[in-house]
């Protein structure tokens, strides 16, 4: 095949993803979350409701010797009750959509991501936007094209990045460019989390379900995935963490596996630039 025939497929290949995507978006559309009047800044009844709602925390402290004594979680920030049981019950189901639309290979190029923790454990993701390790080949063959593309975040999800600009002066100054979907079976459990260098801060996660994670410079687990850190933090279905700071550049952070299932949506920002 030569340079001309390879343009020419890449180009229909293109145009086929596009209208693949928008067919996607238009029946997404129905399931939006009802954020938009919020992240608006309309200071409506149900904004003012959400806003009285919400408790932040923060302040935590977990001081460990890193070069001298340091709080390696100083930055993090614990939003609960973000949303309404409906809001809540059509996210979860959104995003299970999502997974099975996966599974189906119904999400192009490498949206969707499974792949075997151990022999008996299975982790699945779906990233949007710019990934956190790898690099999308935009230009190549229609091969390669198929095979690195990940699909742009959903304007359901932007949704939620319009909130965290709205709430964290730094998530404004840092937008997000990048979102990972995490979906943790009964017992699953994550590998501590180091913050690479070419993430921006904060790193903003929404909990979906109720789950325990550990934060500290250094985690343990055992061979069950029960993680522990400096900082253990039990948090409740529709939590948001903000880690900045040592929380996001000192300390990692773990989830610790449950008898439950459970889902995270995080947030982030790639320096594209390097």
Known sequence: MDEKQEEQELMTLVERLAAELLTRQSRSLKRLLDFNRFVQGTESEECKARRARMKITKGFVADETVIYRTNVVEGL???????????LSKLKNFVNELRVAGRNRELLGMTFISYNQQTTSKSEFIQFGVPVFGEIKANGTSDEFNKTYIETIPDHLQDLIEFLVQISPTTKKMRPNGCRVNFFDEGDYSHPFVKPPHL?????????????????????????????????????????????GNSSKTAMHAMSASPNKRITITFFKVQTNM
Do not use: W
Not at 77 to 87: S, W
């Open 77 to 87: 920030k614990l939003y609960e009750d973000v949303f309404t049981a409906d809001e």
């Open 200 to 244: 921006e801060q904060p790193i903003s996660t929404f909990i979906l379900s109720e789950s325990k994670m550990a934060f500290g410079h250094m985690i343990a687990s055992d061979n069950e995935g029960n993680c522990r850190g400096s900082l253990m933090l039990s948090l409740n279905e529709g939590s948001l963490l903000i880690m900045d």
